[in-house]
Structure formats: structure tokens, C-alpha cells
């Protein structure tokens, strides 16, 4: 059963910092790109970063980067993807998911989803 198991959100204050999980197991995630996305009240899902399978590339939206970086460790059975964000704004406030990125494309999410993970940001 594929499983992806968000946590780390919380409440900080805009300027802070907070590291995102995504615990990823059930299937051969190794192999796949995996990314991150969010979701803040009122607005659709939106693509915030992505990693390749073996962690050679990243990619941004252009809102975050400079501040979030994505890593990601394939050593265990359980392949691990972070999101380290800094300098946090309010517009970052939402909830943040995990997901396999769909082959050939950087920024398209594909399979199913976790619960996600709160982040709100306070000015």
C-alpha cells in the first residue's frame, strides 16, 4: 500500500524557519522524482519544488526560491524527502503535501497524496 506520511509543519513567525518530512514507502520511490506542493484556504494546489530521483536536480517555483530548499534520502526502505524553509512569509501559510512528480514533466504531481501538513506563517 503506498503510503506518504507528511510532518514538521507548525506556527512560526514570518522570518523563521521550519523543516518539512515526507516519509514515502509502499513502492519503489527510489527511483521516482518526488515533490512538494501546497495548498493555502481559498486557492488551488500549487507546485513549491521538486527533486530527481537520485537528487541531482532540483527545481523552484519562482516564490520560493532562494529561501526552501528540497533534499531527499533514498538510503533506507523508506525513501525520506525534506523541505528545508527559510526566511518564511505569511503568503507561505498553507497545507503542505508530498508527491511523486509525473515522468517527463517537473512540476505535475501524480498518484495519490498524503494527509499533508500544516504551516502557518504569522506576520
Known amino acids: 500500500q503506498v503510503q506518504l506520511v507528511e510532518s514538521g509543519g507548525g506556527l512560526v513567525q514570518a522570518g523563521g524557519s521550519l523543516r518539512l518530512s515526507c516519509a514515502a514507502s509502499g513502492r519503489t520511490f527510489s527511483k521516482s522524482a518526488m515533490g512538494w506542493f501546497r495548498q493555502a484556504p481559498g486557492k488551488e494546489r500549487e507546485f513549491v519544488a521538486a527533486i530527481s530521483w537520485n537528487g541531482d536536480s532540483t527545481y523552484y517555483a519562482d516564490s520560493v526560491k532562494g529561501r526552501f530548499t528540497i533534499s531527499r534520502d533514498n538510503a533506507k526502505k523508506t525513501v525520506t524527502v525534506y523541505l528545508q524553509m527559510n526566511s518564511l512569509k505569511p503568503e507561505d501559510t498553507g497545507v503542505y503535501y508530498c508527491?511523486?512528480?509525473?515522468?517527463?514533466?517537473?512540476?505535475?504531481?501524480?498518484?495519490?497524496w498524503g494527509q499533508g501538513t500544516q504551516v502557518t506563517v504569522s506576520s
Open positions: 508527491a511523486v512528480i509525473k515522468p517527463g514533466t517537473v512540476d505535475s504531481p501524480f498518484g495519490s
